[in-house]
């Protein structure tokens, strides 16, 4: 969702929350441990097994660990998301990284349509947030302002293309990949990356070359 409300969640962040942990710690590591139990629950059970109670149960620790930063459930979902969208951030740069500005749209659109890692977790999180949260909630307004900012990055990427009608090309992208999650949720197994792969590799081409008064 650069988009995919795709890729992984490697947390690089140098500590593990099974790890023994230390008396004072940083609040960047603190958060990652947290979002990565909180993910653990989430892939095991959806977001009804997240709680704070559970979350703490998994670091290994008292509530406390967990309600000294992230006092609510809404909370801890917030987080996650966040720490998601940071790891999709940073691997969406290093996908591009080096690429021709008018080769950018169908590496994004490539890396977007791929499941690996943690996708299916963070698909399933997302999905299930979109379709749940109140409206107003932070989780559910941290999803819609990534979705705006990943068309917006296909648009630009469009336009570096040379597609002849940028944004109609990023709308179109951007409904596909969205669907596509939906998709690979139902019926992983029948949209193997070898079947999405080249499906999206032709879409773009397709896209780029189209006659925008057609």
Same mark, same amino acid.
């Given at each position: 969702?650069?988009?995919?409300?795709?890729?992984?969640?490697?947390?690089?962040?140098?500590?593990?929350?099974?790890?023994?942990?230390?008396? /004072?710690?940083?609040?960047?590591?603190?958060?990652?441990?947290?979002? /990565?139990?909180?993910?653990?629950?989430?892939?095991?059970? $959806? +977001?009804?097994?997240?709680?704070?109670?559970?979350?703490?149960?998994?670091?290994?620790?008292?509530?406390?660990?967990?309600?000294?930063?992230?006092?609510?459930?809404?909370? !801890? *979902?917030?987080?996650?998301?966040?720490?998601?969208?940071?790891?999709?951030?940073?691997?969406?740069?290093?996908?591009? /990284?080096?690429?021709?500005?008018?080769?950018?749209?169908?590496?994004?659109?490539?890396?977007?349509?791929?499941?690996? $890692?943690?996708?299916?977790?963070?698909?399933? *999180?997302?999905?299930? +947030?979109?379709?749940?949260?109140?409206?107003?909630?932070?989780?559910?307004?941290?999803?819609?302002?990534?979705?705006?900012? @990943?068309?917006?990055?296909?648009?630009?990427? &469009?336009?570096?293309? $040379?597609?002849?009608?940028? &944004?109609?090309? @990023?709308?179109? %992208?951007? %409904?596909?990949?969205?669907?596509?999650? !939906?998709?690979?949720?139902?019926?992983?197994?029948?949209?193997?990356?070898?079947?999405?792969?080249?499906?999206?590799?032709? *879409?773009?081409?397709?896209? +780029?070359?189209?006659?925008?008064?057609?």
């Amino acid at each position: 969702m650069q988009q995919r409300c795709t890729t992984v969640l490697y947390f690089r962040w140098g500590v593990r929350y099974r790890d023994a942990m230390p008396m /004072e710690i940083d609040l960047t590591q603190r958060l990652a441990m947290i979002a /990565e139990a909180t993910l653990d629950l989430v892939a095991t059970g $959806g +977001i009804d097994a997240v709680s704070i109670r559970a979350v703490a149960k998994r670091i290994g620790g008292s509530t406390t660990l967990v309600t000294n930063y992230l006092p609510t459930r809404e909370e !801890l *979902l917030r987080n996650a998301v966040e720490h998601a969208l940071a790891a999709w951030d940073a691997e969406t740069e290093g996908v591009i /990284e080096g690429a021709a500005e008018d080769e950018r749209l169908a590496v994004m659109a490539r890396w977007a349509s791929s499941t690996t $890692g943690d996708d299916a977790v963070l698909r399933r *999180l997302f999905m299930e +947030i979109l379709g749940r949260s109140e409206p107003e909630s932070d989780a559910v307004a941290l999803l819609r302002k990534d979705a705006r900012r @990943a068309h917006e990055g296909l648009s630009a990427a &469009a336009e570096a293309a $040379g597609a002849a009608d940028a &944004a109609f090309t @990023a709308d179109i %992208l951007h %409904l596909v990949l969205r669907g596509f999650y !939906l998709s690979s949720l139902e019926d992983p197994q029948g949209w193997p990356g070898d079947r999405v792969g080249p499906l999206i590799d032709r *879409l773009v081409r397709v896209l +780029i070359a189209a006659d925008p008064e057609t």
